[in-house]
């Protein structure tokens, strides 16, 4: 995903959720077929929404250890943290309209 949504690794993770007061974190695989149609959805709602929540992303492969430390069993995984602490959680693919609910919700 290019644009508005910024990889992560575990060296920028944690700077990032605690600098964000409402913060998207696309959890994902490049070999994932959900990931991959969960991706533009995540990133037009970064665009769409751009300034008012950070949109990130952790590649699972790359970062095992985030993973674990969030308890991602499946993949994605979309983490909304709300001043730095996890919020709520959705598994699988879901649509536009269900992500940019679920961040305005915290907004």
């Not at 949109?55 to 250890?65: C, E, P, R």
Request: hydrophobic fraction near 45%; aromatic fraction near 8%; glycine fraction near 8%.
């Amino acid at each position: 995903m290019a644009g508005k949504v910024r990889e992560l690794n575990e060296n920028d993770f944690d700077a990032a959720v605690q600098g964000a007061k409402v913060a998207l974190v696309d959890f994902w695989a490049p070999w994932c077929g959900p990931c991959r149609m969960v991706a533009p959805h995540v990133e037009a709602v970064a665009e769409k929404l751009d300034g008012e929540a950070a949109f990130l992303k952790v590649n699972v492969d790359d970062n095992q250890a985030l993973a674990q430390r969030y308890g991602v069993m499946s993949i994605p995984t979309l983490l909304i943290f709300k001043d730095g602490e996890e919020a709520s959680r959705m598994v699988g693919a879901r649509g536009r309209e269900d992500i940019e609910s679920a961040v305005r919700e915290y907004m």
